[in-house]
């Protein structure tokens, strides 16, 4: 039987790591996306969070990731009325 995703795990692991690379991240790449897979700490940077994911996937086709945007403390918000 396959073990369950800990989301929470990922969400406290990634936002730790994402603490971490985020100054050093933001000199050079300011407001792109970055997904984190957090058992090894391998980062992927894209101008969007697909962009960014698709490069994630490529090394690890199986895991679920961590993403932010760079510069920001949210990647995505959202506007209405």
Do not use: C, H, W
């Not at 792109?32 to 090394?59: L, P």
């Amino acid at each position: 039987m396959e073990s369950e995703v800990d989301i929470r795990k990922i969400g406290e692991r990634g936002r730790e790591l994402f603490k971490k690379i985020s100054e050093e991240l933001g000199r050079d790449y300011r407001g792109k996306f970055v997904v984190i897979e957090v058992d090894s700490g391998d980062y992927f940077i894209g101008d969007t969070g697909v962009e960014a994911s698709k490069k994630a996937r490529e090394k690890y086709p199986n895991k679920v990731f961590f993403q932010g945007k760079i510069g920001y403390r949210a990647a995505v918000s959202f506007k209405g009325r």
